[in-house]
């Protein structure tokens, strides 16, 4: 597509479900990064994944969390038993191998979770 | 490691002031360095860019210079606007090896009529 795609644009959960949080990147990207933003704060790095190499799982915060990326395009983050604290916008970026040096990265709009 | 510090927010100006929004780096390498944008609602936008020394990156009137000798990246606009209000990241990437970006914390501004 022209531009990353994230759905749902915001999602409301009740503490303890699980939710899936879905990024369709751009054609042809072969980086795809998630980032959580919490009210208030910066980026906070959870899971990168490039091409066919293992994932960089760095930044999940715990093992409730968890991130697929299919045939090397749409990636699910799906975070199990959610908690209150889970309750950020979740953002999804994508970059050719090459493009974060020269072009940075290219954002989605995010999925606003909320667990009330 | 990489580390990016930006000023802290919110700031606060007055429409059609000048706007001058601090970054400083450290990094490995020669880092490519970035001015991101975030306005209400919405996912990061690329605002303007630097791949070496000295280079001058600018876009809708904001600019940033490239300051290998300090170490930083500082934003800057000469009249701002309502619709600059807005969280303003700083970001780099070093060529070391990681494939990601480091970003700074974001500043809130916000520019009042």
């Known amino acids: 597509g022209a531009g990353v795609s994230q759905s749902p644009s915001n999602k409301v959960t009740e503490k303890g479900k699980d939710v899936e949080l879905r990024c369709d990147p751009i054609?042809?990207?072969?980086?795809l990064y998630w980032y959580r933003q919490s009210l208030g704060q910066g980026l906070e790095f959870l899971i990168y994944f490039q091409g066919n190499s293992a994932p960089d799982k760095s930044g999940l915060p715990s093992d409730r969390f968890s991130a697929e990326r299919t045939g090397g395009s749409v990636s699910t983050l799906t975070i199990q038993r959610t908690q209150q604290e889970d309750s950020a916008v979740y953002l999804c970026a994508s970059s050719t191998r090459q493009g974060p040096r020269a072009y940075g990265y290219t954002f989605g709009s995010g999925t606003r979770l909320t667990v009330v | 490691g990489n580390s990016v510090t930006q000023m802290e927010g919110p700031v606060t100006l007055s429409e059609e002031a000048f706007l001058t929004i601090n970054c400083t780096y450290t990094?490995?390498?020669?880092?490519?360095l970035f001015w991101y944008v975030q306005y209400p609602g919405e996912g990061l936008q690329l605002l303007l860019k630097?791949?070496?020394?000295?280079d001058k990156g600018s876009n809708k009137g904001f600019e940033a210079t490239y300051r290998k000798e300090t170490t930083s990246f500082h934003l800057e606009k000469g009249s701002v606007q309502v619709s600059d209000s807005a969280v303003y990241f700083c970001?780099?990437?070093?060529?070391?090896?990681?494939?990601?970006?480091?970003f700074g914390k974001g500043t809130h501004l916000i520019i009042q009529p």
């Open positions: 630097a791949t070496k020394a000295d």
């Open positions: 990094a490995t390498g020669y880092p490519s």
């Open positions: 970001a780099l990437h070093s060529g070391g090896g990681a494939d990601g970006l480091t």
């Open positions: 054609s042809g990207h072969t980086a």
